[in-house]
DNA sequence: TCCGAGTTCAACCTTTTGATTGATGCCGGT
DNA sequence: ACCGGCATCAATCAAAAGGTTGAACTCGGA
């Protein structure tokens, strides 16, 4: 991966999408896309059979597949050294999507509304192990360091997203391999960092602060 | 357009998206892109000025334009005899998506995660006046023909829309001079409409199916 | 090395919510 | 005139959610 070529798999469940991601990416001459997945597992299969120096990720993978781009993420890099880098390029800035992809070990995020020019760019700083970060994602993490008090942990947001759903808290920690004490004890948290005293307004709130996406 | 060619309008904000469609389209012979437009109000322009078969519209144009995919498909479609028909490809299959889109005039409704002969198909069928709906898109249509109890009494939606905004019971019988009683009533009945079992379900539920609205 | 924040869990209690049953009055269409 | 849907309310029970206290572990920074 310190030569000249870099080697891309595509990860995404719009063959549309694959096709763009292909086409503007295949302009670059140093750019070689090894291969296509168009689920999260498989996505995890190819990164570990194929040689691959950066991952092109979607965190959306539809109703088919049970893993999603952040659980993909992680278990690509969990590998640690000789792992490719894992570049996610998704529709969503939300917190919820942002911070889940990130713990997991992406090397950079990027919205699928980016130019070309720069999608050639962040490819080319996450081959080179530098991070590369969407300028809407780098002002909410900043925003978020500047005020940590009203900001939610990374698994606050997970839960809250899950309650958003719909979920009931039990449903929540079966899913999320927890007791029902956890989930309530983070819900307590929420809500006090939120100002709010029940999981609707809570929902109402972070959908209004951008903490998780507005749509089903 | 009762020639042989078929004249494409491509309109996304994502310019990935732009170049996959065009990836995928451009293989097929009979198929020319004249234009490429990155909001809906340049959508509307380019489908007047130019000479337009089908339009691809997306739905969801970002932050930076006003209008979105559905106006500018009741735009393009309000002028009647001439006008070019319209193909939404879009990455949402909710009520709250597709009604709109339909009442406006499209044509047809494909999902970003149809394989491109279906793409293609959909495309020849809207050239010729003919509708293309996605699977999914049919059998939703069909489901709400065939069960009218889906839809929510007036007083049911002022209910629901309070929940939403994250009032507890106690607090909409009061906003709504009710008894706490009536609340209930009226909530037992939304849920076995929605076919959900809590208010953060049927939130979620109603979002989807745009018996709400979805903003903050 | 200690501290604080995050994450995890338990036990206990109160309040809210949801489920069930049943009842009344109104209004529109057959 | 009758029926069905809508809106209103009551009572009661079971389940879920919310509040409180207390505690253990991990991990990164001061």
């Known amino acids: 991966m310190t030569e000249g070529v870099i080697r891309l798999l595509l990860a995404d ?3 549309v999408v ?43 993978f539809g109703p088919g597949s049970a893993m999603n781009g952040a659980q993909a993420t992680a278990a690509i ?13 998704t529709t969503y800035d939300t917190d919820a999507d942002t911070l889940p992809a990130l713990e997991a070990g992406a090397t950079g995020y990027l919205l699928k509304d980016a130019p070309p020019e720069e999608l050639a760019r962040a490819v080319r700083s996450a081959a080179a192990g530098r ?17 940590p008090a009203a900001a939610l942990s990374v698994r606050e947001t997970e839960v809250l997203g899950l309650v958003a759903d719909g979920l009931t808290n039990q449903a929540i920690s079966r899913r999320l ?26 929902v109402r709130e972070a959908r209004a602060r951008g903490l998780i996406r507005r749509g089903g």
């Open 131 to 147: 991070t590369a970060l969407a300028p809407t994602v780098a002002d909410r993490l900043l925003e978020r360091m500047r005020t």
């Open 13 to 15: 469940d719009h063959p």
């Open 77 to 89: 890099t969990a590998r640690g050294a000789g792992a490719p880098r894992v570049l996610v390029v």
């Open 18 to 60: 694959r096709a763009g991601l292909r086409a503007v990416l295949e302009s670059e001459p140093d750019f070689v896309i090894v291969a296509e997945a168009a689920t999260a597992e498989r996505a995890v299969e190819l990164a570990a059979e194929a040689e691959v120096d950066v991952v092109l990720m979607d965190l959306q």
């Open 177 to 202: 391999q927890l007791s029902l004490a956890t989930v309530k004890s983070h819900l307590v948290h929420i809500y006090t960092k939120l100002g709010v005293e029940s999981r609707t307004a809570a």
